[in-house]
Nanobody, 126 residues
Framework: QIQLVESGGGSVQAGGSLRLSCAAS????????MGWFRQFPGKEREGVAH????????YYADSVKGRFTISHGDAKNTVYLQMDSLKSEDSAMYFC???????????????????WGQGTQVTVSS
């Protein structure tokens, strides 16, 4: 079972930036797929971005494209989400996710994630 621990959430004004971090442990081998999801109150969790080994290829939801950047750390078991130009509608609980394998490179890969962190709250005030 992959364990995931997020950090870096908090409160920021609209237009500001935050950087989320996630470290994976307990894995048999480094997960090939890592990503970020978010959940608004009363809504289902939605995929934000994912990154896949071996080439660190990325995919972004349309709502964050051009504003958020997902990246690996040097050890590849860490993933970051740099969030710039934040909007009030980005306020949500953000979850790190991982899977040993993803079957797709596009939005369909969000269905492949099986391991989740506890979540970190991001609040953007206008």
């Amino acid at each position: 079972q992959i364990q995931l621990v997020e950090s870096g959430g908090g409160s920021v004004q609209a237009g500001g930036s935050l950087r989320l971090s996630c470290a994976a442990s307990g894995y048999t081998f480094i997960p090939n797929c890592m990503g970020w999801f978010r959940q608004f109150p009363g809504k289902e969790r939605e995929g934000v971005a994912h990154i896949q080994l071996p080439d660190s290829g990325t995919y972004y939801a349309d709502s964050v494209k051009g504003r958020f950047t997902i990246s690996h750390g040097d050890a590849k078991n860490t993933v970051y989400l740099q969030m710039d130009s934040l909007k009030s509608e980005d306020s949500a609980m953000y979850f790190c996710a991982a899977s040993y394998w993803c079957n797709y490179k596009d939005r369909r890969a969000f269905r492949d994630f099986r391991n989740w962190g506890q979540g970190t709250q991001v609040t953007v005030s206008s």
